[in-house]
C-alpha cells in the first residue's frame, strides 16, 4: 500500500482546488510551497504530487452482461493488463473482481462480473445476481452485448435491472472486428439505452471512443461520499469467508433476526441495507449477509463471494473482517483482509467462536495471528461469539477508533518536526556513495491518511515501512492503512 507513486485524477484536482490544498489551508499551502522552493522542487510538480495523493474514493465502473460476450477481455483491456479471468470454465476461483484503471488522465475502479456461467436457476438468475451485486457498488455500468448474436433474452433481463437501479449505462457493442460488423451493432438500438458503441475488446478497436463516451457519465467523485450527513449513520461492511457467521452475528448485533441464515437454495434478492442500533448510535450495515450458496452450486461460491465483498467494501467506511477462530486462518481470510485494505478502508478484525476455543487452539492461533496477519497488526481485534453475543459490546469502540484513526489528520508543521528527528536518528542507508534523506512532507488526505513525503534520492520499500512504522507510533492511526509517496527532486541543471 505505502509503495508507489499515485498518479494524478481530475477528482483530486477538483478537491485540491476547490476545497484546499489536500489537508493544507492557504496560509500553511503558501509556507509549505516557499520551503519546497527553497529545496529546488519545481513547484508545479509539487502541487501535483499533492493533488494526486490527496484524492478521495475513486468513481465505479461495472461490467456487466451475459456469458461469454467477453466483459473480461474488455476489462483487461481498459485497465491496461492482463489480470482478469478470461477462461469461460465454471468454477474459475477469482481472486479479485475490481481493479483500478485510468483513461485520458482520469482515475476509476472497474468492476469485473465475468467468467462466471449460468447455475442451476436459469442463466437469468446467474447473470442477475452478478449485475445486481456489482450495478448496487458502481456509479457507472458498461453493460457489453455480442454484437453478432444479437439482443437476447437474458440481454433484456439485464436491461431491466439497469433501468430499475437508475445508473448511468454505456452500451458496449461487443465483437465488432470490422466495418462489416458495425450494421450489427446498430441493431442495438433496439435495446433502449442510447447509441451502442462499436468495440472489439479482443483487438481494441473502439475501445477509446467508449472509454471517452464512460468518462462523461462517470461522476469526478463517487455518489456515495462518507460523512456528509451531520450525525448521519456510519456505512459498515461486515465481510468474511461464506459461513464464517457474518449472518448470525448480524442477527445478535441487531438484537433480532433480521437475516436467514441457511444453505437453502434460494433465488437472488436485492442487496439490503441494514441500520442497526449499537452502542447507542444507528450504523449502516452495508450488504452484510454474505452470499447464499445454493445447492449443486459450490464451486461458484468463491467467486460470488468475491463479488459480493468488493461491492459491500465499496460502500462502506469501514470493513469488519469476520474470521473463525476455531478454524486456521485461511488464504481466503488473507485476501478479504488485503480486499479492505487496497480499497482503502477503516479496518476491524473480529475472531468468531471464540467461546469454543481450549487453550492449546488460543496459543495457536496468536502465532497464526502474528504470521498470517502481521501486515495488518495496526487492526483493532475483538474476540466475539455471534451465537451467544459475547464480547459484541467491544465491537462498537474498535469501529470507532477505526474510523478515528481513518479520519486522523497531522499537520504540516508537526509532521515535518517528527520527520526531521526520524532522519537525524535513523538516516536512510547509503547506496551507490549517496544517501538519500527525506527533506520535508506534507498529509494530503485522510480517510485512508495519505502522506507525500518529498526526497533528495530514492527511498527504498524498506525505509518507507520503517517510516509507516514510526508514523504510527507517533500518531496513532490505529486501524486504518496509510498510503505513503515519495516525489524524488529532479537534478538541477538538467533543464536548459
Known amino acids: 500500500m505505502n509503495d508507489h507513486i499515485e498518479p494524478g485524477g481530475s477528482d483530486a484536482h477538483d478537491a485540491a482546488h476547490e476545497h484546499d490544498h489536500g489537508a493544507l489551508g492557504d496560509a500553511e499551502f503558501a509556507e509549505f510551497m516557499e520551503l519546497a522552493a527553497e529545496e529546488g522542487f519545481d513547484l508545479e510538480d509539487v502541487e501535483g504530487a499533492i493533488e494526486a495523493a490527496g484524492h478521495g474514493p475513486l468513481p465505479v465502473l461495472a461490467v456487466v452482461g451475459r456469458p461469454n460476450v467477453g466483459k473480461s477481455t474488455l476489462v483487461n483491456r481498459i485497465i491496461g493488463r492482463r489480470e482478469a479471468v478470461v477462461e469461460d470454465k465454471p468454477g ?74 437508475g445508473k448511468p449505462v454505456v452500451l458496449c457493442a461487443n465483437k465488432v472486428d470490422g466495418p462489416s460488423g458495425e450494421a450489427d451493432a446498430a441493431y442495438l438500438w433496439s435495446l433502449g439505452l442510447g447509441e451502442p458503441y462499436p468495440v472489439s475488446a479482443l483487438h481494441g478497436r473502439g475501445t477509446g471512443d467508449m472509454l471517452d463516451q464512460v ?17 448521519g449513520p456510519r ?4 465481510i468474511g469467508r461464506p459461513n464464517v457467521g457474518k449472518s448470525s452475528l448480524l442477527n445478535k448485533v441487531a438484537g433480532e433476526e433480521r437475516v436467514v441464515v441457511n444453505e437453502l437454495a434460494g433465488t437472488t434478492r436485492d442487496p439490503v441495507d441494514e441500520m442497526i442500533e449499537l452502542g447507542g448510535k444507528t450504523w449502516k450495515f452495508v450488504d452484510t449477509a454474505g452470499i447464499r450458496k445454493r445447492v449443486h452450486l459450490q ?27 476455531a478454524e486456521s486462518i485461511s488464504v481466503q481470510d488473507q485476501r478479504i483482509v488485503t480486499m479492505a485494505v487496497e480499497a482503502g478502508r477503516a479496518l476491524v478484525l473480529a475472531f468468531n467462536k471464540w467461546d469454543t476455543l481450549d487453550e492449546e487452539r488460543r496459543y495457536y492461533l496468536e502465532r497464526e495471528i502474528e504470521t498470517e496477519l502481521g501486515q495488518v497488526a495496526w487492526a483493532p481485534r475483538v474476540n466475539v461469539s455471534a451465537r ?15 474510523l478515528a484513526g481513518w479520519e486522523t489528520r497531522v499537520p504540516t508543521g508537526r509532521l515535518n518536526a517528527f520527520l526531521g528527528e526520524l532522519v537525524a536518528a ?35 520499500a524498506g525505509y518507507r515501512r520503517f517510516i509507516e512504522r514510526r508514523l504510527r507510533e507517533e500518531f496513532g492511526f490505529e486501524g486504518t492503512p496509510i498510503h505513503i509517496s515519495v516525489r524524488v527532486r529532479e537534478k538541477r541543471g538538467r533543464k536548459k
Do not use: C, N
Open 92 to 165: 474459475v476461483t477469482r481472486d479479485r473482481v475490481t481493479y483500478e484503471a485510468e483513461w485520458a488522465g482520469r482515475r476509476f475502479k472497474v468492476v469485473d462480473t465475468g467468467g462466471w456461467e449460468q447455475d442451476v436457476l436459469g442463466i437469468d438468475a446467474s447473470v442477475a445476481a452478478q449485475a445486481e451485486y456489482a450495478i448496487d457498488a458502481a456509479d457507472a455500468v458498461v453493460f457489453v452485448v455480442d454484437a453478432k448474436v444479437g439482443a437476447t433474452d437474458t440481454d433484456e433481463a439485464v436491461v431491466r435491472l439497469l433501468r430499475k437501479a
Open 215 to 231: 468518462l462523461e457519465v462517470l461522476p469526478e467523485a463517487p455518489a456515495q461520499t462518507f460523512g456528509t450527513a451531520v450525525g
Open 235 to 238: 456505512r459498515v461492511a461486515l
Open 299 to 325: 464451486q461458484g461460491a468463491d467467486y460470488y463471494a468475491s463479488l459480493r465483498t468488493a461491492a459491500a467494501v465499496e460502500k462502506a467506511e469501514v470493513a469488519v473482517v469476520l474470521i473463525d477462530a
Open 388 to 402: 451467544t453475543g459475547r464480547h459484541m459490546e467491544r465491537l462498537v469502540p474498535a469501529i470507532e477508533t477505526a
Open 426 to 460: 535513523h538516516p536512510h542507508p547509503v547506496r551507490g556513495g549517496k544517501q538519500p534523506r527525506i527533506l520535508f512532507g506534507t498529509q494530503a488526505g485522510t480517510r485512508p491518511p495519505r502522506f507525500v513525503l518529498f526526497a533528495s534520492g530514492f527511498i527504498e
